[in-house]
């Protein structure tokens, strides 16, 4: 075969060009958008960590939300002014001015557990889901933190049935009691149960 013949793809060969300046412009991107994030990071001046605590401590101390605004919003990773808002909320304990926050859910679930209440995980606002359905697991997930975290295993029954099973499974090892394992319906969670109880406390 004379390979003098075989032409070149010019379509080919213009994509494969529109792809490589393309990776050479989101790499550059790359290093001028980190160049960017350490410079804020570097030159911004940072709160000493005790200054943080006080005014964390002082916040939930004194359930007062005003006082998490003196902390940065963000630095680095970390979201210390939400943080704050987050735990003054919980320690307020109302679970209706967890709503429209950035940590809405996390804020609910934490004061239902604080409170042993799961009345409180129907406090989330319908807005922030795209459907009823969405709603429903949050609820559920709400539900089954409150029980299992409080050790409330008499109301595991009041669970989904999948939540019904893994609460069991907590119950059983937070009792040490083989005989709760009989309780779970699905089967390899059971013998995962009987399995787990044998390991650890036989």
Same mark, same amino acid.
């Given at each position: 075969m004379d390979?003098?013949?075989? =032409?070149s793809n010019p379509l080919f060969s213009g994509w494969r060009m529109m792809v490589f300046v393309l990776c050479i412009i989101l790499i550059i991107g790359g290093f001028y958008f980190l160049d960017f994030f350490f410079f804020l990071n570097i030159f911004t001046p940072r709160m000493s960590d005790v200054e943080r605590s006080a005014i964390f401590n002082e916040a939930v101390l004194r359930k007062d939300l005003s006082l998490c605004n003196k902390l940065p919003e963000v630095e680095w990773v970390n979201h210390p002014r939400d943080a704050c808002i987050v735990n003054v909320l919980v320690a307020i304990g109302d679970g209706n001015l967890c709503n429209n926050r950035r940590y809405s859910q996390d804020c609910i679930e934490r004061i239902a557990i604080a409170k042993s209440d799961v009345r409180e995980c129907h406090k989330i606002n319908h807005e922030i889901y795209r459907s009823d359905n969405e709603r429903e697991l949050f609820i559920s997930s709400c539900y089954y933190l409150?029980?299992?975290g409080n050790?409330?295993? /008499? /109301?595991c029954n009041i669970l989904t049935i999948q939540d019904t099973d893994r609460c069991y499974h907590e119950a059983a090892m937070y009792r =040490?009691?083989?005989?709760v394992c009989q309780k779970i319906k699905e089967i390899d969670l059971r013998n995962t149960c009987i399995s787990d109880i044998k390991m650890y406390f036989n």
């Open positions: 390979h003098s013949q075989v =032409k409150v029980i299992v050790h409330r295993f /008499d /109301d =040490k009691d083989i005989l």
